[in-house]
C-alpha cells in the first residue's frame, strides 16, 4: 500500500485554480521533491497532501485511508505521524518558545507531565541548535533562529513523515548543516520526507524522486 495516494486532486481559490488535477503516489520512507518556479502551486499542493487544505477536487489517501473523511481519533494518529514545517515558520507570535512546542505534546501526549514536557522541549532545542531562552517569543528571534523552531516543533512528536515548504530559507550555513544532518538521519531511519526547495544545494543533497510542478500541473515524467 501507498503512503500517500492523491488522485486527481484540485484546489480553489476563490475564483482561481491554483492545483488543476494532479495525482502521485508516495511510498514509505522515500524521498519526494516538488520542484518549480514561485506561484506553480507547490505549497498548495504540499499543503493538500497534509490535510492543511482540502480539495476542491479528487481526494488524498493516507495509509489507505481518505484523510478528509477520518475519524477523530484516526486524525489525531495521522497528525502525529505528520509534520510540517512552514516557509514562515507558522509560530504563534502570542506564545512564548517552550508554549509553542508544548501544545503538540499536549495534545498528542496529554498523560505527559510538566516536567517531562520541558525536558523533551530543551533536547528538541538543542538538536537543531538551538541555546538561547526558552521564554522568548518569536518576535525576540531572529528569522533563522524562528524556522529552527518551527522545524523542532516538526520534530517533537516523532514523525514519520515530514513536509518541508522551503525549510532551510533564512538559515545561514551552520544551521542549514545541522538542520540537513538531522533530515539524513530521519530519512536512514525509515522516514518519510516531502519537500519544496528552491535551493540547489538542498536539493542535491535530497535528490529522491522530483516532480516539476508548473500552473498547477505535473509536467513531464518524475525524475
Known sequence: MDLLDVQNVEFQSRSQKIVKGISLKIERGTTTALIGHSGSGKSTLLKLMDGLLVPSAGKILFEGRDIQTMNKAQNLEFRQKCSFVFQDSALWANQNIVQNLSL???????????????????????????????????????????????????MICGPEVLFLDECTESLDRKGSAIIMNLLHNF???????????????????????????????????PV
Open 104 to 154: 503538540p505534546l499536549q495534545i498528542h501526549f496529554p498523560s505527559m507531565t510538566s516536567e517531562e514536557r520541558i525536558f523533551t522541549v530543551q533536547s528538541v532545542c538543542a538538536m537543531v541548535g538551538y541555546d538561547r531562552d526558552l521564554t522568548l517569543r518569536p518576535v525576540d528571534l531572529s528569522t533563522g533562529e524562528q524556522k529552527r523552531i518551527a522545524f523542532a516543533r516538526a
Open 187 to 221: 530519512i536512514d531511519q525509515g522516514n518519510t520526507v516531502i519537500y519544496i526547495s528552491h535551493n540547489s544545494t538542498f536539493i542535491a543533497e535530497f535528490p529522491g524522486t522530483m516532480y516539476h510542478i508548473e500552473n498547477g500541473l505535473i509536467q513531464g515524467e
